[in-house]
């Protein structure tokens, strides 16, 4: 296990709804990037917070937002759901500081199971 | 744009065999390559990395891959397959150096008794 923990593990919500999904990263990681893994698709970045601030983000519209607190846990916010919101949302943290370690490796979380109806 | 192919959905090998997943890709500059896998209904645990340096690299559970930069591949190898290797395995490059990974479509590995 990593040590990145997603919160909840699946969840059904209805279109027009909206949902927020948590991330714990890995103790000393403070970059955390969310993404989405639609089925039978590889995962699509959404957007990274590296110390609090977003530091790049995805082809995804603004109804996705995000926050990451101050000890480095983040959340994953969807306004107005749609169906094509349906997916596995994967939270990642890096170790341990990228600008000073680049290119280290993402540890993954096991995912947030998203249904729209 | 950089982005990463894999052209195989399925790659069915019999225990025992060795195995290569392939991934090609394509970036501007320097690649920085990643094999992560992905077990049912669970996140995605990373194997290996390419940065820098010897071009074969290896990682977690026997896998390795080489990077050939004539080609643009990165495959993914093991000498000896085993059951418990099948799983989703996705090739990923790394933009820049800005943590944001780009993913291949991914290539489901069936080990065979």
């Known amino acids: 296990e990593t040590g990145v923990t997603q919160s909840p593990t699946h969840l059904i919500k209805t279109r027009g709804q909206q949902v927020t999904l948590r991330c714990s990263s890995q103790s000393g990681h403070n970059t955390v990037s969310w993404y989405q893994q639609a089925l039978g698709q590889g995962p699509q970045f959404i957007f990274q917070?590296?110390?609090?601030?977003?530091?790049g983000r995805g082809n995804f519209p603004p109804r996705f937002s995000g926050l990451q607190f101050p000890n480095y846990s983040s959340e994953l916010n969807v306004n107005a759901l749609e169906l094509d919101d349906s997916a596995l949302y994967l939270c990642?943290?890096?170790?341990?500081?990228?600008?000073?370690?680049?290119?280290?490796?993402?540890?993954f979380g096991q995912g947030t199971r998203l249904t729209v109806v | 744009a950089q982005s990463v192919a894999q052209p195989e959905d399925q790659v069915n090998v019999a225990e025992g065999n060795p195995l290569t997943v392939k991934c090609t890709y394509s970036?501007?500059?320097?690649?920085?390559l990643f094999w992560y896998v992905q077990y049912p209904n669970r996140g995605l645990q990373f194997l290996l990395k390419y940065i820098t340096g010897d071009n074969l690299v290896k990682g977690s559970y026997g896998f390795e891959a080489e990077f050939n930069k004539s080609q643009t591949s990165f495959h993914l190898k093991k000498p000896s397959a085993l059951v418990s290797d099948s799983a989703l395995y996705f090739c990923?490059?790394?933009?820049?150096?800005?943590?944001?990974?780009?993913f291949g479509q991914g290539t489901t590995l069936q080990v065979k008794p």
């Open positions: 970036v501007s500059g320097n690649p920085y």
């Open positions: 990642a943290s890096s170790l341990p500081d990228r600008l000073v370690v680049p290119n280290t490796e993402a540890f």
């Open positions: 917070y590296y110390r609090e601030e977003e530091n």
């Open positions: 990923a490059v790394e933009s820049g150096n800005t943590g944001k990974l780009i």
